[in-house]
């Protein structure tokens, strides 16, 4: 019974995926103006911002755990 259930809900999700349309007007004219590189680049540079922030939060983690470390 799960095994019905769980192809019925599949196929169920499948199905709604063929009823998207697949032109998408926004990203096509982003595309033909070449103003999809701006995105791109404003993604790419906010993803490299939150790394760079998480890793020096992790360089300070690991200097205060080690500080805390030595003085046990």
Excluded at 10 to 37: C, H, W
């Amino acid at each position: 019974m799960k095994k019905i259930f769980f192809s019925l809900i599949l196929l169920m999700a499948t199905m709604q995926l063929f009823a998207q349309d697949n032109g998408v007007e926004m990203a096509d004219s982003l595309r033909s103006s070449g103003k999809i590189y701006v995105v791109v680049i404003c993604i790419v540079i906010i993803l490299v911002g939150l790394l760079a922030y998480l890793f020096t939060i992790d360089k300070r983690l690991k200097k205060i755990e080690k500080e805390n470390h030595i003085n046990k």
